[in-house]
């Protein structure tokens, strides 16, 4: 019984943990976040973004990065558990 399950469920637990690395993958794009602080500083030398602004946006971002890097870290060390 056991090896009808494991054949049976195996390939859709696989399929369900690509879907869910790619939806993580896509929400959590550490080189997106790392490009947008660098535009809000380049904005900021440029003289087209006041400093207020300048560092409202850049913590906002720099929390939206740790984020994202702890949701990386956890799909990394597979602690993310599909129950069958």
Not at 37 to 60: H, T, V
């Amino acid at each position: 019984m056991f090896i009808v399950d494991d054949i049976l469920f195996q390939p859709f637990i696989s399929i369900l943990d690509a879907i869910h690395t790619l939806a993580v993958t896509e929400m959590y794009n550490i080189e997106g976040i790392q490009s947008d602080l660098k535009e809000n500083q380049l904005l900021y030398e440029l003289g087209e973004r006041d400093q207020s602004e300048y560092e409202s946006r850049k913590a906002e971002l720099e929390a939206e990065l740790e984020t994202a890097e702890l949701a990386h870290e956890q799909l990394d060390n597979k602690n993310i558990q599909i129950r069958q």
